[in-house]
């Protein structure tokens, strides 16, 4: 469901199905809250990669519409190709062993899951690794710390969607930020003030007959049981 196509009206299924995925982002990334580096996961990193994936795909795609065959972005947050190989370039220097062995074991077990053969079709149904590379890039290529919530939604909504649109998505994207503010706050409104189901990631029933495209790509992806 494309939030876009019905101009911010409330959509039951979506903001239910918006909760659970917010709770998949959130037990993914806090995979990495033991990577000691500073600031690399926060609160308000959930809500960033959340909304990065709403602004970027609105989670109905995972491979970029008429994109360079060459530089190709994928996953709902839509990483590019090169901007693929910064990051592993990054995450390999000798300073940044943490992230180099979190990375390369998230490659080794997604291979082992999806069992593709192409490393881009891999990445492209990785949920996992399309959050840690987002989460990376957001940490080492932002000059800025992210917006801290200080009990305004709608203005830390405004903050993320500027964010997002002068660091990620640049002034050479598409993304319109004052839309992006606007669905940004009429979702996380919802999900602030309802909490909603409770969310066990590895309940394949969670996800039958839902709306949206991440259903196919996130059942039976938790281990623990969550």
């Known amino acids: ?36 580096y500073n600031g690399f996961y926060t609160e308000e990193s959930v809500d960033l990669d959340f909304l990065t994936g709403l ?18 972005a ?17 995450c390999n220097r000798s300073d940044k062993k ?26 492209e149904n990785s949920f996992i690794l399309n959050l840690f590379y987002t989460r990376v890039w957001y940490w080492y290529r932002t000059p800025k710390r992210i917006p801290i919530y200080e009990d305004d939604l709608e203005l830390y909504c405004e903050k993320l969607s500027y964010y997002h649109k002068k660091y990620y998505n640049t002034k050479h994207g598409k993304a319109d930020q004052e839309f992006n503010k606007r669905e940004g706050f009429a979702v996380l409104s919802e999900l602030k003030k309802e909490p909603s189901i409770k969310f066990r990631q590895s309940d394949g029933e969670a996800f039958k007959g839902c709306n ?15």
């Open 212 to 226: 949206v495209h991440f259903n196919n790509f996130l059942i039976g992806e938790n281990k623990d049981g969550k």
């Open 1 to 36: 469901m494309n939030i876009a196509e019905k101009d911010l009206v409330r959509y039951d299924e979506f903001y239910i199905e918006s909760d659970r995925l917010l709770r998949v982002i959130q037990s993914y990334l806090d995979e990495f809250k033991n990577i000691t």
């Open 98 to 123: 943490e992230l180099g062995k979190v990375m390369e074991r998230l490659w080794g077990e997604e291979t082992r899951r999806l069992c593709l053969l192409s490393k881009d079709d891999i990445f």
């Open 55 to 72: 602004f970027e795909t609105h989670y109905n795609t995972t491979r970029q519409i008429k994109g360079d065959p060459d530089n190709m």
């Open 74 to 90: 994928l996953g709902y947050t839509q990483v590019e190709y090169k901007t693929r190989l910064d990051i592993e370039r990054y």
